[in-house]
């Protein structure tokens, strides 16, 4: 099995940064890829950003120019830097991992999510 720990998340005023990480643990093979989504109430989950295993990054367009995603990948672990950050930032961020395993081959894994809220 394969665990995923979030953590970096907070209140912070708008114009801000914050900065996540998601730590990958378990019987891991190979991580193909790993990102982050987010959720806002209300709303349906949607991807912020995703980084693949040859370093190709992909972003939503509403956070083009102000996150970045990179990944430690000794350490499993995939951070995402938040800049100039808004209100409408503002959801529980999710991390996801493609993993291969022994025992389950490849699957999708999720953290638990950690909350960011951007006051105005």
């Known amino acids: 099995q394969v665990q995923l720990v979030e953590s970096g998340g907070g209140l912070v005023q708008a114009g801000g940064s914050l900065t996540l990480s998601c730590a990958a643990s378990g019987s891991i093979v190979s991580i193909n890829d790993m990102g982050w989504y987010r959720q806002a109430p209300g709303k349906q989950r949607d991807m912020v950003a995703r980084?693949?295993?040859?370093?190709?990054?992909n972003y939503a367009d509403s956070v083009k120019g102000r996150f970045t995603i990179s990944s430690d990948n000794p350490k499993n672990t995939v951070y995402l830097q938040m800049n100039s950050l808004k209100p409408d930032d503002t959801a529980v961020y999710y991390c996801?991992?493609?993993?291969?395993?022994?025992?389950?081959?490849?699957?999708?894994?999720w953290g638990q999510g950690t909350q960011v809220t951007v006051s105005s």
């Open positions: 980084i693949f295993d040859s370093g190709r990054t």
């Open positions: 996801n991992a493609d993993v291969t395993t022994r025992i389950f081959g490849r699957r999708d894994y």
